[in-house]
């Protein structure tokens, strides 16, 4: 027995003196947490699988607030996909949350859901609830208690949103804040949130042109019950949007709580309730965007209390709509393009080294062996009238010497680019559309051979486009 009890003590012993250095261990002793895990994002790849989940480089941890109005608490600021840190053991209570913000996108994460094992964050990113405003009409001066509880992300309201806006309202729409002591002419508010993939299988909607663009909204918000003055409001804030495009998918969403994403509320509760919120998507070929029915609107009878909400949001033209062009292969025409790329980026050959090209300041290594410059060249003759949005960059190997010169521009001029390489490089090779699995964003990529010798490749992806012309050696 003696012998068992002093094995038993040693055991004890060896666990005290063990158990400080595991860092969850430490960590608890301390009356912390430690949470680990890796952040991911699904990105475009070239060659199949075309979503793949790549680690993310840049993102940041929150805590976030449970009182409406509070700020959050930074926990971790991270440049690498692997994370570590540590939250007090009190914090990760029922109700409270974590979220992992990027550019990439964002997750959120319920602190109850949280155990012992590494976690698996995946970014999703989220679509921006535009311009929601609500106007309140009384029958006569009374005093109103709004409520909001939107399921994304709450950005901005105006005036303050304080668990609710009391605000005393007048037949014409006035309304006074008894928060501050000031009159505003609607409440303001808007934020993110990321809808299923279903959100966007629509069965009905419009198509319509620029130029027509004004005379479709003042029929249809006259239609679905909108005075002049919130028509007015509308137009003036999405006119500016949806003239940016030759055509406009556009689709509304009525009293449908913005998919069930927002719940508003009054006390007293309103007779009559107009929540309206268009969803629209331009692009420039009509041909490549299939015809849906035309949307049946219902029409708002304002009786008693009426509210009467609009808003917004811009979106990537849905798979759901997408006609997929089928490009034969067929070489390119003889045209200068064609001939300048043939053997290289212009005058500037595959194969050429760095010392022998003027004009241009080293930027960095873009990987070992890898040398990147970027240079101020005319790229015209590629992207005709659209702008780069950066200095195109050229990037030699230290073996092969110049290898790949790469343009970045916005993703809404996709189209126009596309449409002009077509034309003076001749129908591409591939042709890829394809929707990331988890993020819903559009990618579209056109390829080209040009001569034996060169490959020109262009993407659009949700962060931008770029048009890439590449040694076949690469």
Not at 215 to 232: H, I, P, T, V
Not at 383 to 397: I, R, S
Not at 408 to 437: I, M, N, T, W
Request: charge should be neutral.
């Amino acid at each position: 027995m003696k012998k068992y009890l002093q094995l038993f003590f040693a055991v004890i012993t060896v666990l005290m003196l063990v158990w400080p250095a595991c860092p969850a261990a430490a960590a608890a002793k301390e009356g912390y947490t430690e949470i680990v895990g890796e952040v991911c994002y699904y990105a475009y790849n070239p060659e199949p699988p075309f979503n793949k989940l790549v680690p993310a480089g840049s993102y940041q941890v929150y805590l976030l607030p449970q009182e409406q109005g509070g700020k959050p608490e930074l926990l971790l600021n991270s440049a690498q996909s692997d994370f570590s840190f540590k939250i007090r053991s009190e914090q990760l209570r029922p109700g409270v949350l974590i979220e992992f913000v990027s550019h990439f996108g964002v997750k959120t994460i319920a602190a109850e859901t949280i155990g012992t094992a590494p976690l698996k964050v995946i970014l999703e990113p989220e679509v921006m609830v535009r311009k929601p405003v609500i106007y309140l009409y009384p029958e006569k001066k009374r005093k109103i208690v709004v409520t909001h509880d939107f399921k994304g992300t709450l950005l901005t309201t105006y005036p303050a949103y304080k668990d609710g806006w009391t605000v005393t309202a007048r037949p014409d729409g006035t309304l006074y804040n008894h928060e501050d002591g000031k009159n505003y002419a609607y409440l303001f508010w808007d934020g993110l949130f990321t809808f299923p993939p279903e959100h966007y299988f629509y069965k009905a909607g419009f198509t319509v042109k620029k130029g027509e663009y004004a005379g479709f909204l003042q029929e249809k918000l006259a239609r679905l019950g909108l005075n002049d003055r919130e028509s007015n409001d509308f137009i003036v804030y999405w006119l500016p949007e949806m003239n940016r495009y030759e055509n406009c998918f556009v689709h509304f969403r009525v009293n449908d709580d913005i998919g069930g994403s927002s719940v508003l509320k009054t006390q007293p509760a309103a007779d009559s309730r107009l929540r309206l919120f268009m969803e629209f998507a331009g692009f420039e070929d009509t041909a490549a965007v299939r015809k849906l029915p035309e949307q049946e609107l219902p029409r708002f009878d304002r009786k008693g209390f009426a509210l009467v909400e609009w808003g917004g949001s811009e979106m990537t033209l849905p798979e759901s709509l997408r006609v997929y062009p089928v490009r034969q292969k067929a070489a390119p025409p003889d045209s200068e393009l064609a001939k300048a790329l043939a053997e290289g980026f212009f005058e500037l050959k595959w194969g050429a080294r760095p010392a022998s090209v003027t004009g241009m300041g080293e930027q960095g290594q873009a990987s070992p062996g890898l040398a990147v410059y970027a240079s101020e060249l005319d790229v015209t003759p590629l992207l005709g009238e659209v702008k780069p949005t950066a200095d195109t960059m050229l990037f030699f190997d230290s073996d092969k010497g110049f290898v790949q010169a790469q343009i970045s521009f916005g993703f809404r001029d996709f189209q126009k680019v596309d449409a002009r390489l077509h034309s003076l490089l001749g129908p591409s090779v591939s042709y890829v559309y394809e929707v990331y699995k988890l993020d819903k964003d559009l990618v579209e990529r056109s390829e080209w051979r040009v001569g034996p010798k060169t490959r020109v490749v262009l993407e659009s992806r949700f962060s931008g486009a770029s048009l890439k012309i590449s040694s076949r050696d690469l």
